[in-house]
């Protein structure tokens, strides 16, 4: 089973996706979405994130880093306050707790559903999401995706703010009515990444669980 403390890594990896096909978007008109969506293949850099429950309280406060390749490779790294990791090399997702000396390891297809992710792989993403581009929230621009089809989402919707062409933030509000924030900091995009960076060695004496 996965350790409870990973829950909402586990779920906040599902809307990942959606962040790392957005960087370089200049936000401007939600028509050019689809089109600039093309524009980034790789993204590396520092995140910050926060899970808030419908009554405003801080749940979970976690930070690390990260690194980004088109189409389905990525490595989600948590330093503070406990380390764990988040990779797929993409065709394999594995959930790795090195304090548990376990990793749990699924076929990247079990993130399935109406995901965020399909942003980057749709050929028209107006058929899965409906896309705003939202003006003055918080003082902020943002572009903005929901589902059609909610009955096979894990979000109600995710906004993007932007700051000089650049990804800053993201806001994940989920069924549950909890709200994940991730900002980004120090971020290099479209940097050379070999495919061997993201695959996984299990270490010595760590339990491999199949999911």
């Known amino acids: 089973m996965v350790t409870e403390r990973l829950c909402h890594q586990i779920i906040m990896i ?3 996706l959606v962040t790392l096909i957005a960087f370089n978007i200049s936000a401007k008109t939600i028509n050019d979405f689809p089109e600039l969506i093309g524009k980034m293949n790789s993204a590396q850099g520092d995140f910050s994130q926060k899970v808030i429950d419908q009554n405003g309280k801080l749940i979970q406060e976690v930070s690390g880093i990260f690194s980004f390749k088109k189409p389905n490779f990525f490595r989600w790294k948590y330093i503070q306050p406990f380390e764990s990791q988040i990779i797929s ?5 594995y959930l790795y707790d090195p304090d548990l000396k376990q990793v749990v390891v699924s076929s990247l297809d079990k993130l ?3 995901s965020p992710a399909m942003l980057l792989v749709s050929g028209d993403i107006h058929n899965s999401f409906e896309l705003n581009y939202l003006k ?12 059609k089809d909610k009955s096979k989402s894990t979000f109600k919707s995710v906004l993007m703010n932007f700051e000089s062409e650049i990804i800053k933030e993201m806001r994940v509000l989920d069924k549950f009515e909890q709200t994940t924030i991730i900002v980004f900091e120090s971020l290099v995009v479209n940097k050379n990444i070999n495919n061997e960076f993201f695959l996984f060695n299990t ?3 760590v339990d491999v669980i199949k999911n």
């Open 89 to 93: 090399d993409g065709d394999l997702l």
């Open 203 to 205: 270490p010595e004496n």
């Open 112 to 114: 399935g559903g109406v």
């Open 14 to 16: 599902k809307y990942l």
């Open 136 to 147: 003055n929230i918080d003082s902020k621009d943002w572009f903005q995706a929901i589902p």
